[in-house]
């Protein structure tokens, strides 16, 4: 499939909807690739007005569909910009499955990928797929958040108030937002502008921009800042290893911003007053990029900084009308008293889940919506975990993936350190494989896949897709949540850091739960790695629906049916198969593929152990090579690591080509 324009001849390749599901004549919808700025996006029209864009291309992927990567194993995308065509267009690899686009009347694109099992089209990818994806939603110098508590998706940037109060409280927020103060740019030492990040959005329309991939984002900040119709600038291309280059430059109002997974960054230009600490918002404090500020100001602000670090009780808010969003749209704190009204003082009725780290409380704000309550243990937490409650709050906020749990509001009141977040109806995963017979009945086989897999995506953002390159350190069934979807939400990510002693040599003691800890996290090695092992502890888990304990008898298990070719013995048996399946079926054919995949992140060795991003792309793409396995380290973790008779030779590692 290929879209765009021949730009010698002047023809032109888009989809259009039908008029109705019956009528194929042409409808109101096109799906067009858009080449004004050098950067290509794809855009959906309504007649003559945009309903949706994708986001311009980074180099990887269109900048606000992200998930695009995950499928480019099997459908490799292919963007061409030169002097003779601009065209965007995918290929199909060997053994891929069949794939079509379509728009449908009602302005839907569907990415549709034939099932052979079932005989049916499914769904690969929807656009628009939230009300964020709506254009403009949220005006100009508006930001949208489809994971907010509240009904109220729209925020202001920093620096920036509703243009209408009024229609904003009715949710009428297309007017966008307002500049609170004038900026002062001169291009020259009287000037008082600055830079601040707002980290992990969909760039704004490129209509008001202007390209240049000679530069650097260093000299692309110089240039906007020398520039003082340059009201923000950005990355062009993203780098796999993380950073950019090129230079996007935008001189008009920044529309169609959103937070997205994996998002970029953008850099807002504001008065040198705005570019302190943001109202209402602790965590919110502002990366002042102004080459001009003198060196007696950037003392000062650091002062301030400290000192406004160090007191618990500014910046509070009022839970009246849902949490808050600040301007800077980071996460908002809370004050304990709202907390105790919401959970009625922590009451013992409200428990709904408890850990070495602390109660969960099931809460309800005063509109009706309900949220889960963490209520860290106070004898738990060290001295270090409490001072850097702060800066683990604020990265937790930036992880933003639609597998991992999102975190809502904090409050670091008094001794009080409580973690607010969305509610997840159906609780956590460990109920539905390890519990009563009809509960792990619950999830079937397809289920089963998708929440391995969903937690494999979840785990690879973390590691690979933030920018933090953040250790989750418990990784476990019970840290797995699920929405009323049935999807997976990882849980608890960040929170074990602050609950680690550190020991006389420096390094960190093990905080991983028995059964899921690896060798190297016994030596007080945690690396990404150790995620990797216990996401391999968890899948085995998933699949049999046993649990693994000290001694590791389930995988040793699972590696004897591995080595005996009894896959599908390993199978728990409550699990509701597809019709006809039979160890030969892709039921069989599924379960040996995950069950190697487990065992290869169980490996003794972290360097025997593939990347998470790599168990991805394997869970996803059917025609991967996977390497076989050695024979997993397995040990008691009461003691040490006790065995001597892991094969120690160093296992291929996944080839994905």
Known sequence: MKMGKNLWTGDEWYLTSWRSPDDPSPGSYRRVLEYATRLPEVVLWQQDAKAYRTGPWNGRWF???????????????????????????????????????????????????????????????????????????????????????????????????????????????????????????????????????????????????????????????????????????????????????????????????????????????????????????????????????????????LLFVICWRRKHRISRKRLNDGI?????????????????????????????????????????????????????????LTRKGKCDFAREVEVMARLRHGNLIRLLAYCDEGEERILVYVYMPNKSLDLYIFGEPSLRATLSWRQRLDIINGIAQGVTYMHEGSGESVVHRDLKLQNVLLDDNWRAKVADFGTAKLFVAERVDSSLTIVNSPGYASPESLRAEMTLKCDVYSFGVVLVEILSGQRNGETQRL????????????????????????????????????????????????QESPDDRPAMSDVVAVLTTKTSQIARPNRPGIYNQRTRFVTGQADLTRTTTIDLE
Not at 138 to 159: K, P, V
Not at 180 to 201: I, K, M, Q, R, Y
Not at 265 to 287: H, M, N, Q, W
Not at 576 to 600: A, F, K
Request: proline share 6%.
């Open 555 to 602: 995988l040793l298990h699972a590696w004897g049916l591995w080595e005996q070719d009894r896959k599908m013995a390993l199978l728990d048996p409550t699990v509701n198969l597809p019709p006809l399946s039979r160890p030969d079926s892709d039921v069989g054919s599924e379960l040996e593929r995950c069950i190697q995949i487990g065992l290869l992140c169980i």
């Open 63 to 301: 900048n606000g569909v992200p998930e695009a990567s995950t499928y480019a194993h099997d459908f490799p995308l292919d963007v061409t910009a030169s002097k003779s065509e601009i065209t965007y267009g995918y290929t199909a690899r060997p053994g891929a499955p069949l794939t079509r686009v379509v728009v449908t009347d009602a302005g839907v694109v569907r990415r549709l990928v034939w099932d052979a099992s079932s005989l049916a089209w499914k769904t690969f990818f929807q656009g628009p797929r939230d009300v964020c994806d709506a254009y403009g939603k949220c005006g100009a110098f508006g930001l949208c958040d489809a994971s907010a508590a509240s009904s109220a998706f729209c925020g202001c940037l920093q620096g920036f108030n509703p243009a209408s109060p009024p229609a904003w409280y009715m949710r009428e927020t297309s007017g966008g937002c307002r500049r609170n103060v004038p900026l002062n740019c001169g291009g020259n030492e009287t000037a008082t502008d600055g830079f601040v990040l707002v980290h992990g959005v969909k760039l704004p329309d490129t209509q008001n921009a202007s390209v240049d991939m000679s530069i650097s984002t260093e000299e692309c900040r110089d240039r906007c800042f020398a520039n003082c119709s340059c009201l923000a600038y950005a990355s062009a291309e993203i780098r796999e290893g993380g950073g950019g280059s090129g230079c996007i430059i935008w001189t008009g109002d920044l529309v169609d911003l959103r937070y997205v997974d994996r998002g970029q960054d953008l850099y807002l230009r504001l008065a040198g007053p705005e570019i302190a600490v943001p109202k209402g918002s602790k965590f919110a404090i502002a990366t002042v990029l102004a080459p001009v500020a003198s060196a007696v100001a950037i003392i000062l602000v």
């Open 324 to 380: 808050p969003q600040s301007s800077a749209m980071t996460v908002p704190s809370v004050d304990l008293h709202t907390l105790k009204e919401a959970t009625l003082n922590f009451s013992e009725s409200h428990v709904i889940g408890q850990g070495g780290f602390g109660i969960v409380y099931k809460g309800q704000l005063p509109d009706g919506r309900t949220i889960a309550v963490k209520r860290l243990r106070q004898c738990a």
